[in-house]
């Protein structure tokens, strides 16, 4: 970098103030493109924050006011005088491309900002107290946030939300019927959550052999198989043959048994066939690693959210992801994976569905929030908490016999909505879950 200057455009940077000057409308055209800080002289920086001000004010833009918003700031001579002020609506005739401009502004500041994380990340590198999937987790972070964005905002005002807040509002009123969220095609449950909303942490917590997984997979299939909604699923305690083998179970109509011993009928396959080209066409993005790192698992779920479209992410389950800081105590291992999950949701807009034990004491009762295991902070964290339950006043055997045995699915938590108990209906056969009918047979007929 010796002897070069950032990159830039003076020309770029007076002609965006200069054709505000000219047409104070202008200025919201250019104002969610471009911030003071993204004009490389800085004294066109001060005269954008100022032109923002009055903007903001409510008041008119023009060369008298400009120079007066300035000069009460002390900043007037700073950015070159009154005579300079107006020597910028002399620089362009016309405010007709003035997103255009600005974009350059933009670009420009871009690459400004790359350049000034490439030289934080190569001062990371050779920094040998940062382990390397950390500097790499750290670079990976980085870039993704500044591509999503196009430029770092570190905050924004609330006249910026409300607007989107309320265009949200409007069109759930002209649209009724829809849910905010992803549906997780359990409609009693999708009607108290209206869906799977961005950016929550959802937590599902049960026993084990419940049927955590079960229904965890029911969901990403009802999203991705029937709704062709994009969906990525961590799978950190089965194999991706093994989850791929209750998914085709369930979608088949086959007995898991049968999957599993290859004593399939004639007739069995069609169905086989059809179920695979189902899945075959889903979206729906796979990640087998037992033991996976924190920092591993961050950097496969951005990738799939920016290169694949992904909406949904599950993990299976929390307490099997591998935290870095492996010689810290246990409960705060299992809190930085669940602030680390909860701060993924929110950076990639998506809900992050995540699977968690529950404490040996609930055994036969109902869970509660405090039944979390390992660590309190999941349920400080998570937006939304449910618990599987079901009475184990039958052993396996006569529960596998069954056709359907019915759940109880508790919404413990919703931080923004309604809770209470819903129920849905287990298939054991099929080793999935799905929505309880009314006269839907319990029994072995």
């Known amino acids: 970098m010796e002897g070069r200057l950032p990159p830039h455009n003076l020309e770029a940077e007076v002609a965006t103030l200069g054709a505000v000057l000219l047409d104070a409308p202008a200025i919201t055209r250019v104002v969610d493109l471009v911030r003071p800080g993204d004009f490389y002289r800085q004294a066109h920086g001060r005269i954008f924050e100022a032109i923002v001000n009055l903007w903001d004010r409510g008041e008119s833009i023009d060369l008298i006011t400009l120079t007066n918003e300035l000069q009460s700031a002390g900043q007037l001579e700073k950015v070159g005088g009154a005579s300079y002020i107006s020597s910028l609506t002399t620089a362009v005739p016309t405010s007709a491309n003035v997103e255009y401009y600005a974009q350059i502004v933009q670009q420009t500041a871009i690459r400004r900002r790359l350049i000034t994380l490439a030289a934080e990340l190569t001062e990371n590198c050779f920094d040998e107290t940062i382990p390397t999937r950390q500097v790499l987790e750290e670079a990976e972070r980085r870039v993704f946030e500044l591509a999503e964005t196009n430029q770092t905002r570190s905050y924004l005002p609330a006249k910026d939300v409300v607007k989107r807040t309320v265009a949200a509002i409007e069109k759930l009123y002209h649209n009724q019927d829809a849910y905010t969220g992803i549906p997780s095609g359990f409609s009693a449950l999708d009607n108290m959550t209206s869906g799977f909303q961005n950016s929550e942490f959802i937590v599902i917590g049960a026993r084990p052999s419940v049927g955590k997984t079960a229904l965890a997979l029911s969901m990403a299939a009802n999203m991705s198989i029937a709704s062709k909604v994009p969906v990525g699923f961590f799978t950190l305690e089965m194999s991706d043959m093994a989850l791929m083998q209750r998914l085709v179970a369930g979608e088949a109509k086959i007995g898991s048994q049968v999957i599993r011993t290859g004593m399939l009928r004639s007739s069995d396959f069609a169905n086989l066939t059809h179920a695979a080209g189902r899945i075959y ?28 479209g992904v909406r949904a992410i599950f993990v299976d389950y929390i307490t099997l992801i591998t935290n870095e800081h492996s010689d810290a105590p246990r409960h705060e291992q299992i809190a930085e994976v669940s602030r680390s999950l909860k701060s993924l949701a929110r950076e990639l807009n998506v809900p992050v569905i995540a699977l968690s034990q529950v404490s040996r004491d609930t055994e036969g009762k109902r869970p509660l929030l405090s039944s979390i295991r390992e660590s309190g902070s999941i349920e400080q964290d998570a937006d939304v908490v449910l618990f599987l339950h079901r009475e184990r006043n039958v052993d396996q055997a006569t529960t596998e016999a069954l056709n ?41 007929g």
């Open 281 to 308: 066409e889903a979206p729906l993005w796979i990640s087998d690693s037992p033991g996976m790192r924190l920092l591993d698992l961050r950097a496969q779920a951005r990738r799939m959210v920016s290169q694949h």
């Open 404 to 444: 359907v045995v019915e759940t109880e699915l508790i919404v413990a938590k919703q931080r923004n909505g309604p809770v209470g108990t819903i129920k849905i209906a287990f298939v054991p056969r099929y080793t999935k879950f799905e929505n309880l009918a009314d006269d839907i047979d319990q029994g072995g």
